[in-house]
């Protein structure tokens, strides 16, 4: 291959697309900053976008519930009331609530306006790692350091049962998009599938060999991601139970070696701190990671799409779609929050003399054994890619080069 053209890293079959035949190269537009928002004093823990779009929130090792808004001339409201950093934070489906849980054991339920009003409750007999609300806006669910996950109605926060099953701390817990379901990991390095109906584990993972940092549901529901210390990120179908991707050394920057039982760290280690699905379809992955980048991880092809430096001083430590995945947004140890465009169909034709930026080459077949005969690295990709039918397919080689991620200045 010319000298002038990117190296090839990965390559995989997909369907037919419709395209214009004279079209041979698409470059795909990098995501852009769009606004960064400072308020807090620590390290934010974790991110949840409105449904309506309107407003996003944010909780903090500083203790405190931000929420912002996305016209410039409203204020940010600070939500206190903590004895202990935030944990976790998330809005309910119609948007009328704001659920917040933190280290002091408690979950508050807020409404989201200027005056803030709350309901305050002990949830567990120790760190609140995360609190969710479910689809259908009738429960909400909590995990925490004492071993358990509570189901909760969302009407008055009176609680129905307890999911028991972990053998150490539980980090992470999502409903699937129906809410009939629950995927659960935590410090036993274990993901758990509940059913809710059964109020059973239905399924139990053993493939990461760290600390399980965090879980999300795909939006159809079928499938899981998970996140470990162990440095990867992997992917699950639950209806067969099979590991359909698995992402090594997903993030490698070094991380406090264990979280101690007196006033801890609040990640365990290095690797990948938080996963969640989004994009048109789902078909993208966001991650973050004590590497202090952001990942965003293109599924159908299975490989890393976008690696984006703009975070400063430390891991990246939460990172969120909004639901239309046309924006995502991030925080980290540098206690800013970052909110971008995703411009994942904003592609444009190129010429194939430009070589610039981040490609979906569309070769026809019949060249196949030419371009694979051509490839110099023959090192095997670290990246899982579900195989596709070749027959009527294209290739899609992805090509790297030198500004292959997003620096923000700001």
């Not at 969302?154 to 999911?163: D, G, H, P």
């Not at 975070?311 to 969120?320: D, E, L, R, V, W």
């Amino acid at each position: 291959m010319r000298k002038s053209q990117p190296r090839i890293t990965a390559i995989s079959f997909t369907q037919l697309l419709t395209s214009p035949p004279q079209q041979s190269y698409i470059q795909m537009q990098d995501p852009t900053l769009d606004r960064s928002f400072r308020g807090h004093k620590d390290v934010i823990t974790d991110l949840a976008f409105k449904p309506s779009m309107t407003q996003i929130a944010s909780g903090s090792m500083d203790n405190s519930v931000m929420v912002w808004h996305f016209k410039p001339q409203m204020r940010a409201f600070r939500f206190v009331g903590h004895k202990g950093p935030v944990t976790s934070v998330d809005f309910s489906p119609s948007g009328n609530l704001l659920a917040s849980a933190s280290r002091d054991k408690t979950v508050r339920l807020w409404t989201p306006n200027v005056k803030g009003d709350v309901t305050v409750f002990k949830a567990h007999t120790s760190t609140v790692r995360t609190v969710r609300f479910s689809q259908d806006g009738e429960s909400f669910l909590t995990c925490s350091d004492d071993k358990s996950i509570k189901i909760w109605s969302t009407q008055r926060a009176k609680f129905q049962y307890t999911l028991a099953g972990h053998l150490n701390w539980v980090r992470s817990a999502r409903f699937s998009p129906d809410s009939k379901m629950v995927v659960s990991g935590g410090d036993d390095k274990s993901v758990k599938l509940w059913d809710l109906t059964s109020k059973n584990c239905v399924k139990t993972y053993f493939d990461h060999t760290g600390m399980v940092t965090s879980t999300a549901f795909h939006p159809a529901g079928t499938i899981v991601a998970t996140a470990s210390t162990d440095r990867s990120i992997k992917l699950f179908d639950i209806r067969t139970h099979k590991l359909i991707q698995h992402y090594h050394d997903a993030h490698v920057g070094a991380g406090p070696a264990s979280d101690t039982k007196g006033g801890e760290s609040a990640w365990a280690g290095g690797g990948p701190n938080s996963v969640n699905f989004g994009g048109p379809g789902g078909n993208w992955l966001i991650s973050t990671g004590m590497d202090g980048v952001v990942k965003i991880w293109d599924l159908k092809e299975g490989h890393l799409f976008y690696t984006l430096h703009g975070h400063k001083n430390g891991p990246t430590t939460a990172a969120a779609f909004s639901p239309e995945g046309a924006f995502f947004a991030t925080g980290g140890s540098d206690a800013q929050l970052m909110v971008w465009k995703s411009n994942f169909d904003a592609g444009v034709p190129l010429t194939a003399d430009d070589t610039g930026g981040k490609y979906h080459f569309l070769v026809p077949i019949n060249l196949l054994k030419m371009i694979i005969s051509s490839i110099q690295d023959k090192s095997r990709p670290r990246h899982a890619s579900s195989p596709h039918r070749a027959n009527n397919a294209i290739l899609l080689l992805c090509g790297t080069s030198s500004n292959n991620h997003c620096q923000s200045n700001s």
